[in-house]
């Protein structure tokens, strides 16, 4: 099929199943799925200048139903997630400011990478250690009682930052929390999706719950409503500068409206503790993604 905006021809049934993958680990992970939409839509031929702008897009449909679900299910903090965007905002403009205030002084793609796999690697080695030993701790008939377990030491020395002002968020459990924690988490994955063109998941559902103290499945929802609020930012910027294929976006939202409510129902059946063990793989494998990319440009 030729989409006539990009000038590419590609089996849209490819690209639905591209969306359906992504969007249950949206659904299910509470993350935007860029480092592995963006690399598998530039593998179908999609221009590179249409990657970014057009996942964005599929990221915004994507999130909106994944986002929604978790609202029915009362999983999304909308205190907690207005908030942070205030912060992601502009997060997002400064981390775009500075890659082209870098991209002068050579190698910026190498450097910015290697600590992007640093990052990635100590959240992917520290949720997987946390939530293995959360996962030993002794059984209880209250999930709420587990989240606490697994996390109460690191969310309780958290709180002892409290800069005023406080605020409560009732649908997370949370008491107290300084407005300005929240606006640090927001601003510094918005730092992250500017700088390194991604959505910031990785880094924003773990802060939820180890910074902030939010249950695992609330951390979830709430981070997909933040993402659909700062991606479709991020898809109105890239449409004006004309890098956004409408068409191929729609093809990979048919999928991923699918798996995106099939990944927000799935988490009713795993705890917190299982769900952040399985959301540690996910950093590592950016992580490798990242340094085959920096392998490549080496080689060339």
Not at 5 to 16: C, E, G, K, M, R
Not at 26 to 46: E, I, K, N, R, S
Not at 269 to 283: D, E, H, K, T, V
Request: hydrophobic fraction near 55%; charged fraction near 10%; aromatic fraction near 8%.
């Amino acid at each position: 099929m030729l989409f006539p905006i990009s000038q590419v021809v590609i089996n849209p049934l490819l690209l639905a199943i591209i969306g359906f993958v992504v969007g249950v680990l949206g659904g299910f992970f509470g993350v935007g799925g860029g480092f592995l939409a963006g690399p598998l839509m530039f593998w179908t031929g999609v221009p590179i200048n249409f990657v970014v702008g057009t996942d964005l897009a599929h990221m915004t449909g994507k999130s909106i139903v994944a986002a929604r679900r978790h609202r029915a299910l009362g999983q999304v903090d909308l205190r907690l997630g207005t908030l942070m965007i205030f912060g992601t905002i502009p997060g997002i403009e400064v981390g775009a400011q500075l890659i082209e205030r870098f991209e002068a002084i050579g190698n910026v793609e190498e450097v910015v990478g290697l600590s992007y796999v640093f990052i990635l690697t100590s959240i992917g080695l520290f949720t997987a250690w946390e939530s293995l030993r959360a996962i030993r701790i002794k059984r209880t008939d209250q999930l709420q009682v587990r989240e606490v377990l697994g996390i109460q030491k690191l969310a309780y020395r958290s709180r002892l930052l409290r800069i005023p002002p406080l605020i409560r968020l009732r649908v997370s459990g949370v008491e107290e929390v300084s407005v300005w924690v929240i606006l640090f988490v927001g601003a510094l994955t918005g730092v992250l999706a500017g700088f390194l063109g991604v959505g910031g998941g990785f880094l924003r559902m773990p802060l939820l719950v180890y910074l902030i103290g939010v249950p695992t499945h609330v951390a979830v929802g709430t981070d997909l409503f933040e993402i659909m609020i700062s991606a479709g930012f991020g898809t109105l910027t890239h449409a004006l500068k004309g890098n956004v294929d409408i068409l191929i976006a729609l093809t990979m939202h048919t999928g991923a409206a699918i798996g995106a409510q099939v990944g927000a129902v799935m988490t009713r059946y795993f705890s917190g503790p299982i769900i952040r063990f399985l959301f540690s793989f996910l950093p590592l494998i950016a992580a490798l993604l990242v340094l085959l990319r920096i392998a490549g440009l080496a080689g060339g």
